[in-house]
């Protein structure tokens, strides 16, 4: 599976973490799993760095695999699906022990997935779940956290309710669709509640800025605007206020600390649930290591999660980027 490296392939070194061995168990076409007992070296395939969530996740990888002694790799597919398969194909290529996968799109990975069975070499999927071929996955029950921002944003309604827009995150992604999912299940039913369908933006603030423009003209009776991550939350309340509009309340997912602190700050920003990138980089590297050296582990790893609102958003507030997640 040896391949010409070519300069456009977006691969990089950050850091040589640590001295170690490479795993010499062969992989190639035999299939054979690879199996480490000494120092590993990870392989870190990365959806995209377009947000600060990623960039914390990579991040967490990052120190998470400096204090485990082991060597990391790492490759940004910049939200190419194409791409991504080049990159595992390449960090294949460098005798990685296990391979962490973020991926762009969960079906699109097929083919790395298929690259590294062929090797041998095993995959923890962080964030985002595939189909198949995973060893096991890293992440947080997104249907969980959607409910949870639900179940305050019905309570700050009321018996009145009110036309609440939504703003989504990735077309056919797993975690923009639980997060839907959730925040549907709680909300519909409730007297006066009516969820109007905004577009997907990708989880990047100024694509909800921009279409938060737009949704504020054809919907200026809104209530609520929840999107699926305080990134784009944060967008919308920023046309919001641009606007004149501190009527309009805003919720959104992952526990980011600049929505955390204006939830705290009693404003229009009301609820969002903690999804530290920080300690899913930790939890991930941590899995990867027990898979690579044969350990058993859970096939579905939950990091865990806790809702924030305006009674407890103190009791996060702090100079890191995300707040910091309860443990399962």
Not at 45 to 50: F, G, H, L, P
Not at 237 to 256: I, M, P, S, W, Y
Not at 307 to 325: C, I, L, R
């Amino acid at each position: 599976m040896k391949r010409i490296f070519s300069t456009a392939v977006a691969i990089s070194v950050p850091l040589a973490l640590a001295a170690c061995s490479v795993s010499t168990t062969p992989g190639g076409d035999s299939g054979e799993r690879k199996k480490s007992d000494g120092s590993l070296t990870i392989g870190f395939s990365q959806a995209t760095q377009q947000s600060p969530f990623y960039v914390q996740l990579h991040s967490g990888v990052e120190k998470a695999a400096k204090k485990a002694g082991a060597k990391l790799y790492f490759a940004d597919a910049g939200g190419e699906v194409t791409q991504q398969n080049d990159d595992i194909q390449d960090l294949i290529t460098r005798d990685v022990d296990v391979l962490l996968v973020n991926p762009v799109d969960p079906k699109g990975a097929k083919a790395g997935m298929a690259a590294a069975e062929s090797a041998g070499v095993p995959v923890v999927t962080v964030d985002r779940p595939v189909p198949s071929g995973a060893d096991a996955h890293v992440g947080r029950d997104n249907k969980k956290m959607g409910t949870l921002v639900g179940e305050m944003v019905a309570e700050q309604l009321g018996a009145k309710g009110g036309k609440i827009i939504e703003i989504k995150g990735d077309a056919g992604g797993a975690v923009a669709r639980d997060r839907s999912q959730g925040f549907h299940k709680a909300v519909e039913g409730k007297p006066g509640i009516k969820i109007v369908a905004g577009p997907y933006c990708d989880y990047i603030r100024s694509k909800a800025v921009t279409a938060m423009q737009d949704l504020l003209q054809t919907n200026p009776d809104a209530k609520v605007v929840y999107a699926h991550n305080d990134d784009m939350a944060l967008g919308a309340l920023q046309v919001l206020k641009e606007n004149g509009r501190t009527d309009v309340k805003v919720a959104g997912v992952d526990g980011l600390m600049e929505a955390v602190k204006a939830i705290d700050k009693g404003g229009p920003y009301v609820a969002t649930a903690l999804n530290d990138p920080i300690s899913l980089g930790s939890t991930a590297v941590k899995t990867a290591t027990d898979v690579a050296r044969g350990k058993k582990v859970n096939g579905n790893v939950d990091a865990g999660t806790e809702p924030v609102d305006q009674g407890n958003a103190g009791e996060f507030t702090g100079s890191t980027t995300f707040a910091p997640a309860s443990k399962p």
